[in-house]
């Protein structure tokens, strides 16, 4: 049932976009603003575990739920847990918006390719190639764990539950980074949201290395060195480029080497190139899914 529901809800993301949901979550942001603005909740968000317990009435409507509609039978349950894995993924398809930055880019649009980076980048993006392109090869390496593997992982683990929990995390550290709020409440969410990354993007590394060049990916890892700064916990981002992109054979520290020149025919297709191999580690682990599945009903 669990490698139906991911295989189905990858199927409707990528093949029957018309029937991808709307993931705003514009109502999760009302949330986490009156929970912020009220002394109690305020209170609890300068707490290490407070961003849990903020979570934890949502979580436990959501499992309640699961529990219920398992009872009701498994088409139910398949039905319920389908569309909260559907609704966690996100919340922007990555295949759409890096094949719109290809198109704007290659058709000269360069003020929209630049504003199209600049959303796909998790920093400030160069607004000349090849740099720009590298930039959001980057991104996409790293956005494939927010996206698509971290609430799959979650799911595969504890169900519904666990890919809804997995996608309030990432939205409720979000919201604070872009709040005005005490330094404490940005920080225990930005750990929270660390924590629930840890192994979705070691599993996804893993995939790059499956998928790509796994010497190169081994060699990243074995030297990744990580320093944490004042700011956000930046720990599995900075893993997932150092092997995303050493799986593509383009090592942070060749971007050196090309100039900004302005011309995309000097850089190699390291864009379609990463999206490639985001699909190809996806395939890989969707696999090794369907064959836990098949073991599991044959025990």
């Known amino acids: 049932?669990?490698?139906?529901?991911?295989?189905?809800?990858?199927f409707i993301e990528r093949v029957l976009e018309q029937y991808r949901p709307e993931r705003r979550h514009a109502w999760f942001g009302g949330y986490c603003r009156r929970m912020?603005?009220?002394?109690?909740?305020?209170?609890?968000?300068?707490?290490?575990?407070?961003?849990?317990?903020?979570?934890?009435?949502?979580?436990?409507?959501i499992g309640w739920l699961q529990a219920l509609f398992n009872d009701l039978g498994s088409?139910?349950?398949?039905?319920?847990?389908?569309?909260?894995?559907?609704?966690a993924l996100g919340p922007r398809?990555?295949?759409?918006?890096?094949?719109?930055?290809?198109?704007?880019?290659?058709?000269?649009?360069?003020?929209?390719?630049t504003d199209l980076a600049q959303a796909l980048c998790l920093g400030e993006a160069a607004d000349v190639e090849p740099r720009r392109s590298l930039g959001v090869a980057r991104a996409i390496v790293i956005l494939a764990n927010r996206r698509l593997i971290g609430p799959i992982f979650w799911f595969v683990l504890f169900g519904a539950v666990g890919a809804a929990a997995y996608r309030a995390v990432q939205l409720l550290a979000e919201h604070m980074q872009g709040e005005d709020c005490p330094a404490p409440m940005k920080r225990y969410s930005d750990e929270v949201r660390h924590i629930a990354d840890w192994?979705?993007?070691?599993?996804?590394?893993?995939?790059?290395?499956?998928?790509?060049?796994?010497?190169?990916?081994?060699?990243?890892?074995?030297?990744?060195?990580?320093v944490p700064g004042d700011?956000?916990?930046?720990?599995?981002?900075?893993?997932?480029?150092?092997t995303g992109l050493a799986a593509l054979d383009t090592l942070?520290?060749?971007?050196?080497?090309?100039?900004?020149?302005?011309?995309?025919?000097l850089l190699p297709?390291?864009?379609?190139?990463?999206?490639?191999?985001?699909?190809?580690?996806?395939?890989?682990?969707?696999?090794?899914?369907?064959?836990?599945s098949l073991v599991a009903a044959l025990a």
């Open 199 to 226: 192994a979705p993007a070691r599993i996804t590394a893993v995939g790059y290395a499956i998928a790509g060049n796994f010497d190169a990916v081994a060699h990243a890892w074995r030297n990744f060195d990580y």
């Open 252 to 265: 942070p520290d060749e971007v050196e080497e090309f100039g900004a020149t302005g011309d995309a025919t």
């Open 36 to 61: 912020s603005n009220l002394l109690p909740g305020r209170w609890l968000m300068q707490r290490p575990w407070g961003p849990v317990i903020v979570l934890l009435p949502l979580l436990i409507a």
């Open 1 to 10: 049932m669990t490698f139906l529901s991911v295989l189905f809800a990858l």
């Open 269 to 292: 297709p390291v864009v379609e190139d990463a999206m490639a191999l985001v699909w190809r580690s996806l395939a890989a682990w969707v696999t090794a899914i369907a064959a836990g």
């Open 75 to 87: 088409l139910f349950a398949f039905g319920f847990s389908t569309g909260v894995l559907l609704y």
């Open 231 to 242: 700011g956000p916990l930046t720990e599995a981002e900075h893993l997932l480029a150092h």
């Open 93 to 113: 398809d990555l295949g759409d918006d890096a094949e719109a930055f290809v198109q704007a880019r290659d058709r000269g649009q360069d003020q929209r390719a």
